[in-house]
């Protein structure tokens, strides 16, 4: 599998939908689908058939988004269906000789929640490509616009790096608005755009005049910084046919190399507005990654809340914050509490899923007393093999946070880049640090300062990863440091 797909939130099922690009006959990509899965709390998911697929040969079901039509504004549902859902896609056909051919947006609606779909064939394609340059045309994205009452579709022209904003009154007749084009990072190709609204923290705008503030977020690969594929944002202002972002900088959503295509919930109010799960993968080796042997390729990032805050020093962020993982915390394993330098273990064999979160909380920080070697380190190995995953943060310096998968053997690829890092400045004034990560068999997940920067980070050894070591060494005297670890219950069971 790789992008997700459709995500909304249906108030009246009381569950999160989740599509997927699956091709279902091979571990690659190519025949792509739209697979399916369901969960209630964001963690257990349950797997559906098959919810769109190719409606003819050499045509297939690329990415896009869906939408529940609560007022019928399609035509499509029963007077007083509320749970009528429209799904907004490409279609990509390939010529006989396997190039691309056009790709043009569809849609198609479910009278049951959902689950299965019928397309529109007497009004698709809805939108052919006009406005644009290149047949590279895909991955809307669709969102409804109060103030203008009206449906607003953001469109990748990939190959020419615009993003199309499209609008329509009903999801079938759609005109276009305005282009989005070149800004910050291009690489080969633009995908995935998301226009979402973005909750925001009160004074963090500096003309904090009550306007909503959207998120342009695109995907682009190849070519991103750490090669293959990542994802830009621009926090902006959006008026129903134009967006402007505030300002000129570029934001990476990660700072690893292995979350791309993110796609925010339809549907959701409030702190939870925007809720995103992205494609944990990265194009450059993501068809190659050794799990094939288990049968299976890729999985998703786990959800991340976004907002718009002030991040220490550098201002405007969107914080990915990691969704309360509640409903999969299972045992404590180690509950602890220091001051200054310690080194403590944790052997997590016993833990079924082989999964961890780990919350670390560190206070009383003196940026006078720091040193450049004052550095929380913790790692995660096999006894087994020798291999270890190891991470750390430099309080002092620049500051960075680091990943390190090279002493993980069990794949080998040019492009695994091993060594990923990000400064993140802590807030002196506070005196505090936090981090949460999640390690799961072959995906490690860290949140910084509650999500002002993420990454995630896949890796392969070839036996099982069992041991935690986590130690604070050249920590000053009244520096606290806090850890919790659980295991994790399986999101299978
Ligand atoms: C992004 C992407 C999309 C496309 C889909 C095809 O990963 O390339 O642009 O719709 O994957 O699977």
């Known amino acids: 599998m790789n992008d997700p797909n459709g995500l909304f939130y249906s108030p009246t099922q009381r569950l999160y939908h989740l599509y997927y690009q699956y091709n279902p006959s091979a571990l690659v990509a190519g025949n792509q689908h739209w697979g399916h899965a369901t969960s209630p709390d964001l963690y257990h998911w349950t797997n559906h058939p098959i919810a769109l697929s190719p409606p003819a040969p ?33 279609l990509a056909e390939y010529n006989p000789d396997g190039t691309a051919g056009p790709q043009t947006q569809n849609i198609a609606y479910s009278k049951d929640g959902g689950y299965t779909f019928t397309y529109w064939d007497e ?18 994205k669709v969102l409804w616009h109060e103030p203008t009452s009206s449906w607003v579709a953001a469109i990748a022209y990939a190959q020419d790096f ?12 759609w005109t276009w608005a305005s282009n989005f084009t070149r800004h910050g990072l291009l690489g080969a190709q633009w995908e995935c755009p998301n226009l ?41 202002r959006f008026n129903g046919t134009h967006f402007e972002p505030i300002d000129e900088v570029t934001r990476l959503t990660d700072f690893g190399k292995d979350n791309y295509a993110a796609q925010y919930f339809y549907g959701l109010e409030g702190e939870d507005e925007a809720l995103n799960i992205g494609w944990a993968s990265n194009w450059q080796y993501a068809q190659d990654v050794p799990t094939d042997t288990e049968g299976w390729r890729s999985a998703m990032t786990l959800p991340r809340r976004s907002y718009l805050a002030n991040a220490t020093r550098m201002g405007l962020v969107m914080v ?6 509640a409903p999969v915390l299972d045992t404590v394993l180690m509950r602890e509490e220091w001051e200054g330098n310690r080194s403590v273990t944790v052997d997590y064999a016993g833990v079924e899923s082989n999964a961890l979160y780990i919350d670390v909380n560190v206070t009383g920080l003196d940026a006078g007393k720091i040193s450049s070697s004052s550095i929380l380190r913790m790692s995660f190995s096999s006894l087994a093999s020798g291999e270890t995953l190891r991470a750390g943060f430099y309080f002092g310096g ?60 896949l890796f392969y050894p070839t036996e099982p990863l069992t041991v935690l070591s986590l130690s604070s060494s050249d920590l000053p005297r009244g520096t606290n440091v806090s850890v919790a670890v659980w295991g994790l219950k399986s999101t299978w069971s």
């Not at 904003?165 to 079938?172: E, G």
């Not at 973005?198 to 004074?203: I, Y």
């Open 58 to 90: 050499s045509t297939y079901v690329f990415s896009g988004s869906a939408v529940v039509d609560v007022d019928n504004t399609s035509g499509f549902f029963d007077r007083g269906h509320k749970d009528g859902v429209v799904a907004i896609f490409t």
């Open 123 to 140: 009004g698709n394609p809805v939108i052919a490509g006009e406005g644009g340059g290149s047949s590279q045309f895909r991955d809307p």
């Open 162 to 173: 615009v993003v199309g904003i499209w609008t329509s009154p009903d999801l079938k007749r």
């Open 196 to 236: 979402v609204r973005l909750p925001v923290r009160p004074g963090v705008l500096p003309d904090d005049d009550g306007e909503d503030a959207y998120v342009l977020a695109i995907s682009l690969q190849p070519g991103a910084p750490l090669g293959g594929s990542a994802t830009q944002y621009f926090p902006g």
């Open 320 to 325: 990915d914050e990691l969704v309360d993982p």
């Open 398 to 457: 620049d500051q960075p946070f680091f990943v390190d998968r090279g002493l993980v053997r069990g794949y080998d690829n040019v492009f695994l880049t091993d060594k990923l890092s990000v400064a993140d400045v802590w807030n002196t004034t506070s005196g505090t640090w936090r981090f949460q990560g999640v390690i799961d068999r072959s995906i490690y997940e860290v949140f910084l300062e509650g999500g002002v920067h993420a990454g995630t980070v």
